[in-house]
Each structure stands twice: as C-alpha cells, then as structure tokens.
C-alpha cells in the first residue's frame, strides 16, 4: 500500500523568506502526486499536482513542486512567503491501480509565517 | 454555485449518540467522498461512493454507514458514537476517473463525550 510522509509537522518562517516543505512517498509505480492547503477552519484546496511529464510543476498562489523519482520526493517550494501562506499543508498520493480516486495524506505540516 | 456544502459545521454527542452529517455538492460530480482529520495523521478515507448508487470502504470504515441518496448527496451515518469518534469530517467530490482534483467541504467538527 502506498504512503505519504511529511517529516517537519511545524515550519516557522519569517515574511519574505523562501519556504519548502517535505513530502517523501512510498509507491511501487509512477505516482500521481497533489499538494492541499488548509487555511484555518477551511476545507483542503488543490495546490497543485503532477502526473507525468515535467518534474516541475507550478501551481496556485506562486507555489512549485519538483518531483525526484531518485528520491521518491515531491517537494513544495515557493520563493517568499507572505503572511496569508500561514496554513496546513498535505501531500497525497493516489493509488493509480486501485479503482475510486482514492488518496492518501501525509500527516501534514503547518507553517507559521513571522512579521 | 456553494460547491460542497455540509451540515452541520459544530456537532456535540455524548457516547451511545447517533447522528447523521449531511453532504451535498453542486458541481454535478460522480465521486464523493468522507474523510475524518485528526492531529499529526492528515485526513483518511472512510467511505466513497465512486458514482451514484455504489458505495465503498475506506481505510477507516468501522463505527460509520454512508448513503449516496442521489448524485448530489452523500451522507455518513455515526449509529452509535464513541470517545474515539472525536475529529474534524470532510466531504469531498470529484469527477470519476483517477487523479481528478477532489474539491472539500468546509468540515464539520464533531466532538463525543
């Protein structure tokens, strides 16, 4: 079975400075890969996610994410954060074998954006 | 055009409780889908309905029923609720088909005594 792993829970990160956030994954194929938001008391809103193809991908609000393949990792980066960036992010994998769409979460990280 | 609306936002039981957390969307999606988010483990599947009329489990299935009442609604069903219940539900709908983006309803807190 497949499995996301976000390994920082808390990320402190001043205005202005560059953000990434860590998402390793465990899958036997080629995986299909999102990145959610979660701003407080909201739903999940899709980042971005990647498929195939270009191992960068942009998204939504100045975010990217590189997939490495060598390192099973789908890492999210954008390069200054404003205050309104603080939120939960999740990474999360579907099983591309399995029938329902189904994903898996990383158990998320929250990032805390310093004036 | 609301998106996936769910009711209620605020839910206090006590244990032995029942209740039902209504979900609809109106973006005329065949999948919908039952989450629960708790602390440090992200959010995971409880039921989903990959298109009107079937139902199927999730990883987290046990203490929880689902109906898929039409294309629009998918309810989940707690028939008789316990402690470890407590958590933060989000519905979420989609287009069928793997990879489509799964849009989420705002959540409904549920707290059980």
């Known amino acids: 079975a497949q499995s996301v792993t976000q390994p920082d829970i808390h990320i402190t990160v001043s205005e202005g400075a560059s953000l990434e956030l860590r998402c390793n994954y465990s899958?036997?194929?080629?995986?299909?890969l999102f990145w959610y938001v979660q701003s407080p008391g909201q739903g999940l809103q899709l980042l971005l996610k990647y498929f195939s193809g270009d191992t960068l991908v942009q998204g939504i609000k100045g975010f990217e994410a590189e997939f490495k393949r060598s390192q099973s990792s789908f890492n999210l980066r954008k390069p200054s954060v404003h205050w309104s960036d603080a939120a939960e992010y999740f990474c999360?994998?579907?099983?591309?074998?399995?029938?329902?769409?189904?994903?898996?979460f990383g158990g998320g990280t929250r990032v805390l954006v310093k004036p | 055009n609301a998106g996936v609306t769910q009711t209620p936002k605020f839910q206090v039981l006590k244990t032995g409780q029942s209740m039902t957390l209504q979900c609809a969307q109106d973006m005329n999606h065949n999948s919908m889908y039952w989450y629960r988010q708790d602390p440090g483990m992200g959010l995971r599947l409880i039921y989903y309905?990959?298109?009107?009329?079937?139902?199927d489990k999730g990883e987290v299935p046990n203490g929880y029923n689902v109906s898929r009442l039409n294309k629009r609604e998918f309810s989940l069903r707690l028939e008789s609720a316990a402690p470890s219940q407590t958590s933060v539900y989000f519905c979420a709908s989609s287009e069928r088909g793997t990879g489509a983006e799964q849009y989420f309803g705002p959540g409904t807190r549920l707290t059980v005594t």
């Open positions: 309905s990959a298109s009107e009329g079937t139902t």
């Open positions: 999360a994998v579907v099983d591309i074998k399995a029938a329902g769409n189904k994903l898996t």
């Open positions: 899958y036997g194929a080629t995986p299909y």
